[in-house]
């Protein structure tokens, strides 16, 4: 047995019960997890078989849990055109024309993901696209992951035309005349790619899920909900897992369809089977995963009230309520856990109602389900997380007044509701466990960005911005306690989240201790190592 002491610095162990720090000067790992503190550890430090790691006055803490993020979709945006930094429309179509010149032999372009506030409304013609793609069938994905812009040819390939009709749930936005503009939206956009877009090859997306866990550990994450997983990436995750490119823990959610949720409870249960039978920490399969509603920016996240600017519209449920509500049930009593994606606030009202049937109907059992976003949640449902034992997944860095806030989500939305966006403290204040999330590759996955925008509620690189109801920011402790203990709450790891003597030696070491770092200084923190069931991963 060969310890690791780390020494030099400050241990942040984790928080106590009142969610008061908890720290020692001294940690030893052995066998993968957290062999002594204080003394103990120091004493360990002498046997000339151990390893001292100096943390030359930095900090090491619990690692970090991602619980909402896509690793699978943000690893494959390498491999098209990088498009997600384009900082106007016609920069973005350089990079495109650029990447068909370098390979003009591909029968497709596909890439993600753009900016749908290039444009003003953000729509996107087909025609732009063709004037620097030709012939080549182009897709491309929003940054929401809700909307896809093609070209011409693509949209030949799909056989879509003026008299094609909208699916269920999505959106072919039209020009004045009928035909198809290029734009699609929602199920319009997902069932094209699963339909008619080529799968990456198997090579590919292993580079995709290495480069993409690979990112999280040099990030101090050790632990990812892939929150969208499709049938044929179980296929790539298991081969991924058993040739050793999960570099940090995934557990899958597999996606349930309003239309085929019935016959998928088969393939669900085969699949967490297959996945339990490869026997290995890196790869879990316990989530269903339910798209509720859509985004505002689409105005498909559903609504109690008509959008301000469309008063006839209350959005798009992608499931009736009702029919949510049995398929959770069903889903439930199979023991997967429940995770919802649900913007709007009739949305999280829908959720949390299929959550209450599922309990009253079910037997008891440790369920732990999640409403992923909540963007949305009216006062009345405020307190309903914590009586249900729901954990609240926040994405906190869009807690902010950015430029889709400010110009189109409060807009649509009206001043009334844009008051009940991100209600972080709320919820926590209410007593229900709350995690963070990135929802990666939709926004980024730096840890430290979403810390410090939960602690301002405004961008964290401008000090003078405005801040996005400000009373509902949270302390360092809590936004600390939401990526520790909160996701691995949520990932039913009772053992990780703390450096408790006996827990997992998961942690990360960073130059200076977050909960004492000024909140605008976050970003600027440097991440110098990370551990993995006490095993070296990055730095």
Request: hydrophobic fraction near 40%; proline fraction near 5%; include cysteine.
């Amino acid at each position: 047995m060969r310890d690791t002491v780390f020494r030099g610095g400050s241990v942040l162990i984790g928080l106590d019960s009142d969610n008061r720090p908890l720290y020692s000067d001294a940690i030893a790992f052995r066998d993968g997890t957290v062999a002594a503190l204080g003394q103990d550890a120091h004493a360990l430090a002498e046997d000339p078989n151990g390893e001292v790691v100096d943390l030359e006055g930095g900090t090491l803490v619990p690692a970090f849990g991602d619980g909402h993020a896509h690793p699978l979709l943000a690893g494959l945006e390498a491999e098209g055109p990088q498009v997600r930094g384009a900082s106007s429309l016609k920069d973005l179509l350089r990079i495109v024309k650029e990447w068909k010149a370098s390979h003009p032999d591909d029968d497709w372009i596909v890439g993600g993901s753009y900016d749908g506030s290039l444009t003003d409304d953000g729509l996107f013609d087909a025609k732009w696209l063709d004037e620097v793609t030709g012939d080549t069938p182009t897709i491309l994905r929003g940054w929401n992951y809700h909307t896809a812009w093609v070209n011409t040819a693509a949209l030949r390939a799909a056989g879509i035309t003026r008299e094609t009709p909208d699916p269920t749930c999505g959106e072919i936005v039209r020009r004045p005349d009928g035909t198809p503009l290029g734009t699609l939206r929602e199920a319009a956009a997902n069932d094209f790619i699963e339909r008619v877009v080529p799968r990456h090859p198997e090579d590919a997306q292993l580079r995709a899920l290495d480069a993409a866990t690979q990112q999280y550990i040099a990030h101090g994450i050790t632990w990812v909900q892939d929150a969208w997983v499709e049938p044929a990436d179980v296929d790539v995750y298991c081969a991924a897992a058993q040739a050793g490119h999960l570099h940090a823990r995934v557990n899958l959610a597999f996606k349930a369809d309003p239309g085929d949720w019935r016959s998928q409870l088969v393939e669900f249960g085969a699949a967490r089977r297959r996945i339990e039978e490869l026997d290995t920490e890196m790869l879990t399969a316990r989530t269903v995963k339910f798209f509720v509603d859509g985004i505002i920016e689409n105005f498909s996240a559903f609504l109690t009230e008509p959008y301000a600017v469309r008063p006839d519209e209350r959005g798009t449920p992608n499931w009736a309520p009702d029919e949510l509500a049995r398929a959770v049930r069903e889903i439930d009593a199979l023991g997967f856990q429940i995770h919802l994606h649900a913007i709007g606030d009739a949305a999280v009202t829908s959720a949390l109602d299929a959550i209450e049937y599922a309990q009253l109907a079910n037997d008891a059992w440790d369920r732990r389900p999640v409403i992923a976003h909540a963007i949305l949640v009216r006062p009345a449902d405020m307190n309903r997380f914590f009586e249900l034992g729901v954990i609240a997944n926040f994405e906190p860095y869009w807690a902010q007044c950015d430029h889709v806030t400010m110009s189109q989500t409060i807009p649509y939305i009206g001043e009334v509701r844009g008051k009940w966006q991100y209600l972080i403290h709320s919820v926590r204040s209410a007593g229900a466990q709350v995690s963070f999330g990135s929802d990666w590759p939709v926004s980024s996955m730096d840890w430290r960005l979403a810390f410090a925008t939960a602690v301002t509620r405004r961008d964290p690189f401008d000090e003078g911005a405005e801040r996005l109801i400000p009373e509902e920011r949270v302390d360092a402790a809590t936004a600390f306690a939401a990526f520790t203990e909160g996701t691995s709450f949520q990932a039913f790891a009772a053992t990780r989240g703390s450096l408790r003597v006996g827990n997992v030696a998961d942690a990360m070491w960073l130059s200076d201790d977050p909960l004492q770092t000024e909140a605008s200084q976050i970003p600027t923190l440097a991440i110098q190592g990370t551990w993995l069931s006490g095993k070296r991963v990055s730095g």
